[in-house]
């Protein structure tokens, strides 16, 4: 079975800081990882993807974010915060790609001036 | 349309009255997913169809709901005998799972307000 958890509800960064949302997981089998993005009033999309290759994944819009095994983690982060960064962001966890995917509860960025 | 397609987009119905919200995937995608969305709950599984396989119904919250997938296409979730509880956006989103690693494509949701 998969879990994954959001620390965080709701982050406040100031434009031009650094952006981490965290995010932990719980899989029993090796996971895929995903961070998906809804912005106001629109639907969900994907931001960017771990799928066992590179560690490292850098996704749209500057995003970026790492697999960390040991510590079960798959942080968001993103150098420099823009005001259109300003959305809700999830997490999600696969065991495979015939599993299903499930989400965290998510969190909100809001950026300020 | 090229994209997944949900219907209705908004439901304002009756405690007690049943409802039906209709998803069309993104053609040939195999994988087939309903979350439910309320505020400040995240997005909550529901069901998942994948091919030919068995549906994954793990997460429906009571036998008031159901949900179905002919032909490998068209999904349709029930919700019998509607509460309060139940009002929240319902998101379908479909996947072509080989070489894409369960990448989710999501519509644009039915919010169902239940009176």
């Known amino acids: 079975a998969q879990s994954v958890t959001q620390l965080g509800s709701h982050v406040s960064v100031s434009e031009g800081a650094l952006v981490l949302l965290r995010c932990n997981y719980s899989?029993?089998?090796?996971?895929?990882l995903f961070w998906y993005v809804q912005y106001p009033n629109q639907g969900l999309q994907l931001l960017l993807k771990?799928?066992?290759?590179?560690?490292l994944v850098k996704g749209i819009n500057g995003f970026e974010a790492e697999f960390k095994k040991s510590e079960t983690s798959f942080h968001l982060t993103k150098p420099s915060a823009h005001m259109s960064d300003a959305a809700e962001y999830f997490c999600?966890?696969?065991?495979?790609?015939?599993?299903?995917?499930?989400f965290g509860s998510g969190t909100r960025l809001s950026i300020r001036p | 349309g090229a994209g997944v397609s949900q219907s209705p987009s908004n439901k304002v119905t009756e405690k007690g009255k049943d409802v039906e919200l209709r998803c069309d995937p993104i053609?040939?995608?195999?994988?087939l997913y309903w979350y439910r969305q309320s505020l400040g709950q995240g997005l909550e599984f529901l069901i998942y169809f994948q091919g030919n396989s068995a549906p994954d119904k793990s997460g429906l919250p009571s036998d008031r709901f159901s949900a179905e997938r002919t032909g490998g296409s068209v999904s349709t979730l029930t919700i019998q005998r509607t509460q309060q509880e139940d009002s929240a956006v319902y998101l379908c989103?479909?996947?072509?799972?080989?070489?894409?690693?369960?990448?989710?494509?999501f519509g644009e949701g039915s919010r169902l307000t239940v009176l």
């Open positions: 899989s029993s089998v090796p996971p895929y």
């Open positions: 053609s040939g995608h195999t994988a």
């Open positions: 999600a966890v696969s065991g495979g790609s015939a599993s299903k995917i499930i």
């Open positions: 771990y799928t066992s290759a590179a560690t």
């Open positions: 989103a479909s996947s072509l799972v080989e070489g894409m690693g369960g990448e989710l494509f």
